[in-house]
Structures are given as structure tokens and as C-alpha cells.
């Protein structure tokens, strides 16, 4: 299983990395068939009959729920908003020389667009249920 996922080499098609794998990563996507984002369970993977209970600062039984991004190529627009988290913006946020402009920008370009990409702001990738979606 990944140890850890290398946003920037998957950024121009993030849905397709190894992490999302059933076999060997964390599993894939959600059932979006539904507008119900209850209902956006993910179908493979080690994770699929885990129940957190914690959701949002409440007690909340439910599956993992993922929800990828999807992409808008007429536009140049990689799916799970991978634009945002490319090896050269990875690099140009190392550069910068001080700590808090650095962690800000890292914690609000490729960190945080990197929740939105997994769960379009419903799921398990929130702020405080973040260690669920994984």
C-alpha cells in the first residue's frame, strides 16, 4: 500500500494514480450516482466496510465517502483540480525563503485543493473529518 501520495507526479491525472487503487492503494471514488452525498460510498478497496462515526464535530455513523473533482479539459482544467498542485507550483512554494509565507501557501494551494479534489466539499476530506477519507 502507498505510503504516502506524491500529489505533484500524478497532477495531470490524479484519479488514475496508484493511491486510488483497490488492489494496493486506498481504493477509488465514490458512488456518485446519486445527488445524495450520503450516498457517495466508496465501492473498493480496504476501506469499503469501515464506518467512522465522527463527521463534521458530530457523531455520525457512516462509510468513507469520496467524491473526485472531475476534470474540464476544454478548458486545460485537470479533474481533482490537479492544475493547482503541478511539480513547478510544488517548486515555486519550496522556494520561498520564510516559514509562514511558505506554510501559507502550501497549506492553501496544493494541501487544501487537494481535499477539494477528493471530495468537492461534501465527503471525508472536510477540515475536521479529513483523517477519514484516506
Known sequence: MPRYW????????PASAKVWSPIDGFGGNGNVTLSDPWTHCITDGPFVNLRPTYYNNDTHPHCILRDFAPGHPEVGLAEMIGFQYTPEIVAEISAIPNFVDFHGNLESRPHAVVHAGIAQGDGDMGPTTSPNGM
Open 6 to 13: 506524491n500529489w505533484a507526479a500524478d497532477s495531470a491525472a
